[in-house]
């Protein structure tokens, strides 16, 4: 259960099942082959770790090369074959190569996980162009790229498969304070809509999946700023990932705590699984209900500006 509980307080959404504990029988996976975008850190690697437990071998692709080979001796003691593609999801040709290497190696993917992005916070009035254009050229013209890639190899093969495009929740919403990875993401939700059309009668299913608050080690130090600021003065005094930081975080979750990576793998899991394959065009949210929060009294506006830290804009 979850441990921020006081005598009389609510006990918030259960804990999840433990770690390495998987969704599906096991073996779901046998003989598959599982492309991660991003499969390297963060929540691209707790997804790849979710298929290779269930048997799949996994193909992981990013720009860091010693990022890669990290992640990819640790995921091969969890069974299947991995190999580490490095990889600039932006470029059509790196783009190819990588399928081509996957290909060489294992097979043609059998599942596409998107799951690379960038990602900062600033307010948009001091936004540069090269910010917004690498923000929108990683996550959505990227996730694009590799999902056209994988549809013509795989509709030149008349083969199934099956693309889950990583999404966030402000795609619906609006990021104030995040304008680019949010018109991105409303960008990559929508070709989640339009390619399971375009693409169900060959076979492929394209879904999308949101994860909610799901703190990791990897996390970049400026959204790892972002959430110190959203906690109070004290907790984030305390830097890290410290369990009053913790704390600080769950309690403004319905859930009443945060997300495990893992939870997010166990969906990605189901979503391409044979379980799932009249599952298709739709976005399943992982994140304990936290998007459709609202309050009954409005909270006090504080601008973006102020939420960061930055003095007025021009002065
Ligand atoms: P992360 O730790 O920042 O990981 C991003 C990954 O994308 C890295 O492995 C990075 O590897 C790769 N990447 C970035 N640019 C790339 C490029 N041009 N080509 C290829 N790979 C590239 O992110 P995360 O927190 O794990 O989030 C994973 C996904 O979940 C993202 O789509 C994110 O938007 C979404 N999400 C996360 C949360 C959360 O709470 N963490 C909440 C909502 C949505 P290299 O640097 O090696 O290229």
């Given amino acids: 259960m979850t441990d921020h509980v ?21 073996g779901t996976y046998d003989g598959a082959v599982v492309l991660v975008t991003g499969g390297g850190t963060g929540l691209g690697k707790a997804i790849a770790a979710e298929f290779a437990r269930l048997g799949a071998d996994l193909v992981i692709a990013s720009r860091k090369e010693e990022r890669l080979k990290a992640a990819r001796d640790e995921l091969a003691g969890l ?3 991995v190999a580490a593609v490095p990889c600039d999801i932006r470029d059509p040709d790196r783009v190819a190569e990588v399928f081509d290497a996957a290909q060489d190696a294992y097979g043609l993917p059998d599942v596409l996980v998107n799951n690379a992005a960038a990602n900062f916070p600033v307010p948009a009035e001091d936004m540069s162009p090269n910010a917004w254009r690498s923000v929108v050229d990683i996550t959505l013209t990227g996730t694009f790229f590799m999902t056209r890639e994988f549809a013509r190899r795989h509709l030149t093969a008349g083969t199934p498969g099956s693309v889950i495009n990583i999404g966030a929740s402000y795609a619906w919403t609006g990021g104030p304070g995040f304008a680019h990875s949010a018109a991105a993401k409303a960008g990559v939700h929508s070709l989640v809509e339009s390619l399971a059309v375009e693409w169900g009668p060959y076979g492929i299913q394209v879904n999308g999946l949101v994860p909610g608050l799901m703190p990791h080690e990897d996390m970049t130090a400026d959204i790892r700023e972002n959430l110190d600021r959203a906690t109070t003065a004290a907790t984030a ?11 600080e975080l769950s309690s403004r979750q319905p859930a009443l705590r945060v ?4 939870e997010l793998g166990w969906a ?6 044979p379980y799932a394959r009249f599952i298709t065009g739709h976005t399943l949210v992982v994140d304990g209900a936290n998007w459709q929060r609202r309050g009954l009294v409005s909270p006090e506006m504080v601008t973006v500006r102020e939420q960061l830290g930055r003095g007025p804009f021009g002065r």
Avoid at 237 to 247: F, K, L, Q, Y
Avoid at 259 to 262: E, L, S
């Fill in 237 to 247: 005094a305390e830097g890290g990932e410290s369990d009053s930081r913790r704390r």
């Fill in 79 to 81: 069974g299947g074959r």
């Fill in 259 to 262: 997300g495990a990576p893992r």
């Fill in 6 to 26: 006081s005598a009389g307080a609510p006990p918030g959404l259960p804990a999840p099942a433990p770690h390495g504990t998987s969704a599906l029988p096991e």
């Fill in 268 to 273: 990605a899991t189901f979503l391409a699984s």
